[in-house]
């Protein structure tokens, strides 16, 4: 069982940027890729980013591509998403995923485990 925690949302206007993070709970969190998806209201939940166990491979949607950034601690349990020149149509709940696998290569990840989510608001 992995537990995820996600942290760093709130209000930012746009052009700013945020940081969020997740802790995870458990030993064996460097054999998991992680991600993050995000679900605006009204929406289906999509696809942000991914990284790989060992951080070297990395993935993104293409319309955060060049603005955001998925990074990784293993030693600390906690992956990261850094979010720059944030637009009004990245507004949504953003969540924290891992799946158990340890692929040199990263795409669009199948969790496993989810987070419970970390509301991020762009005001234009």
């Known amino acids: 069982q992995v537990q995820l925690v996600e942290s760093g949302g709130g209000l930012v206007q746009a052009g700013g940027s945020l940081r969020l993070s997740c802790a995870a709970s458990?030993?064996?969190?460097?054999?998991?890729?992680m991600g993050w998806f995000r679900q605006a209201p009204g929406k289906e939940r999509e696809f942000v980013a991914a990284?790989?166990?060992?951080?070297?491979?990395?993935a993104y949607v293409g319309s955060v591509k060049g603005r955001f950034t998925i990074s990784r601690d293993n030693a600390k349990n906690t992956v990261s998403l850094q979010m720059n020149s944030l637009k009004p149509e990245d507004t949504a709940v953003y969540y924290c995923a891992s799946q158990q696998v340890t692929t040199p290569t990263v795409g669009v990840i199948r969790p496993d485990y989810w987070g419970q989510g970390t509301q991020v608001t762009v005001s234009s």
């Open positions: 458990g030993r064996t969190f460097k054999y998991y890729s």
């Open positions: 990284i790989n166990w060992s951080g070297g491979s990395t």
